[in-house]
Nanobody, 114 residues
């Protein structure tokens, strides 16, 4: 299983970014996929999950600003991030649960700063 993230970068507060996670060795539509983030000195936290049936889950900190979506034909999961805040600055990781194992991408840096 290999997960590859892309789309991070530097954005001003209030701006938007879209992250992508492409997979090989796993079919995203048959598994739970999530986006997590880790800021310096903080624990890694989940910011969006998408389940096999298409349901989604978000913590209060990003609900209404972040949207997770899945393209089954491309076997890719996206994270649309709007109204970004400086506190959203972190390394963002794609995660998939497959046969009770957790798989992670390499991470992509998102920096929100003026």
């Amino acid at each position: 299983v290999q997960l590859v993230e892309s789309g991070g970068g530097l954005v001003q507060p209030g701006g938007s970014l879209r992250l992508s996670c492409a997979a090989s060795g796993i079919i995203f539509s048959k598994n739970t996929v999530g986006w997590y983030r880790q800021a310096p000195g903080k624990q890694r936290e989940a910011v969006a999950l998408i389940f096999r049936g298409g349901g989604t889950s978000y913590p209060d900190s990003v609900r209404g600003r972040f949207t997770i979506a899945r393209d089954n034909a491309k076997n890719t999961v996206y994270l649309q991030m709007d109204s970004l805040k400086p506190e959203d600055t972190a390394v963002y990781y794609c995660n998939a649960v497959y046969r009770n194992e957790y798989y992670w991408g390499q991470g992509t840096q998102v920096t929100v700063s003026s």
